[in-house]
Each structure stands twice: as structure tokens, then as C-alpha cells.
């Protein structure tokens, strides 16, 4: 009866990761930003804490959705997603600030950059967000925002955060 039982547990389990490998989403582009998975614990660069996150795959594993919550109030999602009109990453952020950004880009020597379009500053300087993602040795994340002038330099490093597993 046991025997049984772990086998009918068995088969159904090894169909179910059948399933799960051979989804619409399932591709070795897909999986790319799976590094970023988990509960977090996130801290700035001097190991003080500025905020919580929860990075999971929604909708089959279709959408890489990120649930932040800072120490401050701030908080936010993003959805990021692979399109299938591009074959490019996507993410669209919000926040409880009335904030948005919209990225794009994918993986770059082991590292998700994410960019957005050129926007103007409020001095009518052309700029744009860039976003990367990266993990480390220890199995921690580094989350890097860099806000770029129209020849690609660094004008303000908005956010540098690292991620560590509850």
C-alpha cells in the first residue's frame, strides 16, 4: 500500500515538472532572472537595513513580480516579464509615491541590465534610468540604479541595494 502510494506520488510529481518545463515560459530566457527569486532582507552598502522584498514568478512563471517594501513607507512593485514581440526583458515599476518607471534590456555578462527611454529633466537635460542586477559569491544580490547623461555617463547612482535571503 505504501509502496503504491509513493509511486502514485512519484508519477504525479514527474508530471507535473514535465509540465512545468515545458511551459510558454519555460525557456532558458525566461529563467534569466531567476537569481533575483526569494524573500530579502535588503541593506545599503554600509550593512544598514532599508528595506524588505519578495521577488516571485506569477502567472505561470510568465511574470517575475517583486512586492518592496522600505523602512521609510516607500513602497512598490514591478512586474518583469520577457515580451514576445522583442525577446527583451520588460519592467514596468509603481509606487506608493505615484512613481513609475518603464526598463528594458537583459542579460550582460552574467548581469540583468534593465534600461529605460530618454526622459527630460525638469532643466532639460536628456537622460535615462539604468537598472542591473547582479549576484554575488555569497548567494546575495546587488541591485544598482544609475541614472545616465545622453553619452552614457553616470550622473547620480540613485539606489545601490543588497539583497540578502531571509
Not at 506569477?58 to 514581440?85: A, F, H, M, P
Not at 532639460?124 to 555569497?138: E, F, K, L, N, T
Not at 540613485?158 to 540578502?164: D, K
Request: aromatic share 12%.
Amino acid at each position: 500500500m505504501i509502496r503504491s502510494s509513493l509511486a502514485i506520488l512519484l508519477i504525479l510529481y514527474s508530471a507535473f515538472l514535465a509540465a512545468q518545463a515545458t511551459g510558454p515560459c519555460s525557456s532558458g530566457l525566461h529563467r534569466q532572472f531567476d537569481f533575483w527569486i526569494g524573500d530579502w532582507n535588503v541593506y545599503d552598502t554600509l550593512g544598514n537595513p532599508v528595506g524588505e522584498s519578495r521577488i516571485e514568478y506569477l502567472e505561470d512563471g510568465c511574470v517575475l513580480g517583486e512586492r518592496w517594501i522600505g523602512r521609510q513607507g516607500y513602497t512598490g512593485r514591478s512586474l518583469n516579464y520577457v515580451s514576445g514581440k522583442d525577446t527583451a526583458w520588460h519592467q514596468l515599476w509603481v509606487d506608493n509615491q505615484g512613481g513609475q518607471l518603464q526598463l528594458s534590456g537583459g542579460i550582460r555578462a552574467n548581469t540583468m541590465v534593465l534600461e529605460s527611454n530618454w526622459q527630460v529633466s525638469a532643466d532639460q537635460a536628456r537622460y535615462r534610468d539604468r537598472i542591473c542586477w547582479w549576484q554575488v559569491g555569497d548567494g546575495s544580490v546587488v541591485q544598482l540604479w544609475e541614472r545616465l547623461d545622453d553619452k552614457g555617463g553616470v550622473i547620480i547612482e540613485v539606489f545601490r541595494g543588497i539583497y540578502r535571503k531571509k
